[in-house]
């Protein structure tokens, strides 16, 4: 099971914050650092020193970490234009030496779209979908050929499709809940199918239908990653776990219903009941970024007693 750790900087983080736990990630052997990709706080407080953007915070961490994958969960189509996500993507992999995964959604959160006049239409589901195929089109299309795309949303005329990324292919990330067609669209363009923040009981059925748009398409479902996002606080006991639920504002009965929370032996049980549901790998969305002693505990107790 790939343990990756999933942070929140829109709620209140500096570069510097960030580096700090993507260099912590990196040193304490998790397999990878993602971040959101917001531009306002949620919730209470106020988001200081405010936000930070994706695709720019994760160019600098190329440069300055070395083995761990580097992504986001997810990017919205509402805040670049397809080309240019390719470009900046495609650059950031090179910065990195062929680290970088994108994680691509509709986006939601009308709020900060109206702080920051970006415009959001009312349907987006068409976006993704055009988006994923002119991302992925403009990165496989042979250097000297040139990539055409006429949509109801984008066109692109005789583009170079240039650059190209360091490998040979970027992971793609597509999740929801949906029943219909987020499967059909992970099963056509994705390596990663992704749950974000899950009833438990509903992972496996939500994995099946997957399965069988991959099956729909002639596509073998075992090339996909299976993924979830969950919150993560936990303690050495139940104070210092408590202490960490009350850090992020959440109660620690919530948490253990919901999350990765409590001991390390109940998270241990934890995920281990995930992978026996099919999940491969689990994002830790973790809330305090300044709580590197969390990141150490997880490393430390519950990493190693993974099955």
């Keep these: 099971m790939r343990l990756r750790i999933f942070t929140e900087p829109q709620q209140g983080a500096s570069y510097d914050d960030i580096l700090a736990v993507a260099q912590a990630t990196e040193a304490l052997g998790f397999d990878a650092f993602f971040r959101s990709d917001h531009y306002m706080v949620m919730g209470d407080g106020g988001g200081l020193p405010g936000p930070t953007d994706a695709w720019t915070t994760l160019a600098g961490l190329a440069r300055e970490t070395s083995r761990i994958r580097l992504g986001t969960l997810v990017s919205s189509v509402t805040y670049r234009a397809p080309g240019i996500l390719a470009i900046q993507v495609a650059q950031v992999d090179q910065m990195s030496g062929g680290r970088v995964e994108l994680g691509l959604g509709t986006g939601w959160f009308e709020k900060e779209h109206l702080a920051y006049g970006i415009p959001f239409p009312a349907k987006r589901f068409g976006m993704l979908e055009e988006q994923l195929e002119i991302v992925t089109g403009l990165w496989e299309t042979p250097v000297g050929d040139r990539y055409d795309f006429t949509g109801e949303h984008y066109t692109l005329v005789v583009s170079p499709a240039l650059p190209k990324p360091a490998q040979q292919r970027v992971p793609v990330i597509v999740g929801g809940g949906g029943a219909k067609r987020t499967p059909a669209l992970a099963a056509r363009f994705a390596t990663e199918f992704n749950l974000p923040f899950p009833e438990f009981a509903d992972i496996p059925g939500k994995f099946a239908g997957v399965r069988a748009a991959c099956a729909t398409i002639g596509r073998d479902p075992g090339e996909l990653h299976y ?81």
Excluded: K
């Design 227 to 307: 993924s979830v996002a969950l919150i993560a606080v936990a303690g050495r006991d139940e104070s210092e776990f408590a202490r960490r639920a009350a850090a992020v504002g959440r109660e620690p009965a919530e948490l253990r219903e919901h999350g990765l929370a409590g001991t390390a032996a109940e998270v241990v049980d934890r995920l281990g009941a995930l992978a026996e549901a099919g999940v491969d790998t689990v994002y830790l969305q973790i809330m305090d970024l300044a709580d590197l002693d969390h990141l150490d505990f997880i490393a430390r107790e519950v990493a190693p007693r993974l099955p």
